[in-house]
């Protein structure tokens, strides 16, 4: 054999190796962008057993349901008005924690100052079930939760901890941000965040947190991001039980989408932990399919 021959051999491997490497580096990637009309500014994105919910604040706040068609989402013609007797109540949602027979609840934040250090953050229980059939909040408000306890804004989602549930939000700032997890059955019972009881664990969390994804799988918490204020994508993945046991984020990957400037507000899985949708605030190409590699 020739050295030529040789070094090729050896080069050829190596290659591959770098290859499958730099793929798996990209961690996610959008692999199709959808434009979706009537949510106002995407905020957020929902999976249940195969449906798809889309929450956004329109003219009102807005859940409406689509399902899956090859690549792209269909609309099922089912829209939720967050109003109470026709009047705007949760008029910018942040957030959808759904578990299981637990406590439904929705967060509503309101940026009161251009400086961002004033917040009214309001964590809404809801019956769920009765929301999807009447289509509105009337007689389907369980409870209203003052979120005193936020620095920035509120976003539950519900995360598992040492084999309970939790309802866990996270801030949206520069600085001080948090992860806090609430008791559940304690936190249906509140009228503000900051009663006895209700908050059980919390760690500090690099900032810009539009939304929180909890991955049961692999145990680990997605702070779903902005690389700046209000621009760029950013997935940060965090051991949960390291991350509480320290008190400060643990962070195990972080995935930057650079090719998109807007506002990234949420994503979530659709069936494996290889497809998901991320969705931004924008007007066009706000719904984007997603391929994660691990």
Not at 10 to 28: D, H, I, T
Not at 101 to 129: D, H, M, T
Not at 216 to 224: C, S
């Amino acid at each position: 054999m020739t050295n030529q021959k040789r070094f090729w051999l050896f080069l050829m491997p190596a290659a591959l190796l770098s290859f499958a490497f730099l793929q798996q580096q990209k961690g996610m990637e959008i692999t199709k962008s959808q434009s979706i009309d009537s949510l106002g500014a995407c905020q957020g994105v929902s999976y249940q057993n195969g449906r798809i919910f889309l929450y956004g604040d329109r003219e009102i706040g807005v859940i409406r349901e689509y399902k899956e068609s090859g690549d792209s989402l269909q609309y099922l013609n089912n829209e939720i008005r967050l109003t109470i007797a026709g009047q705007d109540l949760i008029n910018h949602p942040t957030g959808m924690a759904v578990q299981g027979n637990l406590p439904v609840f929705i967060g509503n934040s309101v940026r009161l100052n251009a400086e961002g250090s004033l917040w009214k953050a309001v964590i809404y229980q809801v019956n769920w079930e009765g929301l999807q059939q009447t289509r509105t909040l009337d007689g389907n408000l369980v409870s209203t939760i003052d979120d005193d306890t936020c620095i920035q804004g509120t976003r539950p989602e519900y995360v598992q901890y040492q084999d309970k549930w939790y309802v866990a939000t996270a801030d949206y700032g520069g600085k001080a941000n948090e992860v806090r997890l609430y008791d559940p059955v304690a936190l249906a019972k509140a009228k503000k965040t900051s009663e006895k009881g209700v908050l059980v664990k919390k760690f500090s969390c690099s900032p810009w947190v539009q939304n929180l994804l909890w991955i049961p799988e692999k145990k680990q918490l997605v702070l779903i991001q902005n690389q700046v204020e209000g621009r760029k994508w950013r997935f940060t993945y965090v051991d949960l039980d390291r991350s509480i046991a320290s008190g400060k984020e643990v962070v195990l990957r972080v995935v930057d989408i650079d090719e998109r400037a807007d506002e990234l507000e949420g994503f979530a899985f659709t069936g494996s932990l290889n497809n998901g949708i991320g969705v931004s605030s924008s007007r066009r190409n706000n719904v984007n399919r997603m391929q994660v590699n691990w």
